[in-house]
């Protein structure tokens, strides 16, 4: 199993810097692991890795970039964990693709959309976004399996209806169907 991370700077209504740090399963592409902070340190990252990596559910790599928040305690975690931890070489963003779309992704269809006023609006906003992303955001890849392993379009049923479940105050929607 291979892991990616990376953080998503976000400036806020106040023009204050917050950063999202995500983790995801690249062979899924399902967000495993999501924080936000106005200070992230080596000692916060560290720990949202442990978060990630409960009761040694572990990937064998993750891949990250050369970023400075990535320091001591987080390589002893790492490590700690038996997970080998992969730098990307200096300005090579397509070496993390995936965590990199999915950075455009929130950008356009969640944050460029919203007035985020602090830490913990942003950790709503993002949080719920990602459930959607996870479970029901149709994907293009084999069959339009979502990353929660299900097929992101719904049969229409043959009586009945589909409703409309707004996402993020109706920015987006899941559609059910109606019995």
């Keep these: 199993m291979v892991w990616a991370c990376d953080f998503l700077p976000v400036i806020d209504l106040f023009f204050r810097q917050i950063y999202a740090f995500y983790i995801i399963e690249l062979a899924s592409r399902r967000v495993v692991h999501l924080g936000v902070s106005s200070h992230p340190t080596d000692a916060w990252v560290a720990q949202q890795l442990r978060e990630a990596t409960p009761y040694g559910l572990t990937p064998r790599f993750l891949i990250r970039d050369r970023d400075r928040k990535y320091g001591d305690d987080f390589a002893r975690v790492a490590k700690a964990s038996s997970i080998e931890v992969l730098r990307m070489a200096y300005r090579a963003p397509k070496a993390n693709a995936v965590c990199e779309r999915f950075l455009g992704s929130v950008r356009r269809e969640?944050?460029?959309h919203l007035p985020i006023v602090g830490d913990r609006h942003l950790h709503r906003a993002i949080k719920e976004y990602v459930d959607y992303f996870n479970r029901a955001r149709p994907h293009q890849?084999?069959?339009q399996r979502n990353p929660g392993g299900t097929v992101?379009?719904?049969a229409w049923p043959r009586r009945g209806r589909l409703i409309p479940v707004p996402v993020l105050?109706?920015?987006?929607h899941d559609y059910r169907g109606a019995v």
Excluded: E, T, V
């Excluded at 105050?169 to 987006?172: F, S």
């Design 169 to 172: 105050n109706g920015l987006h």
């Design 152 to 154: 992101s379009l719904p």
């Design 110 to 112: 969640c944050l460029d």
């Design 141 to 143: 890849g084999i069959g």
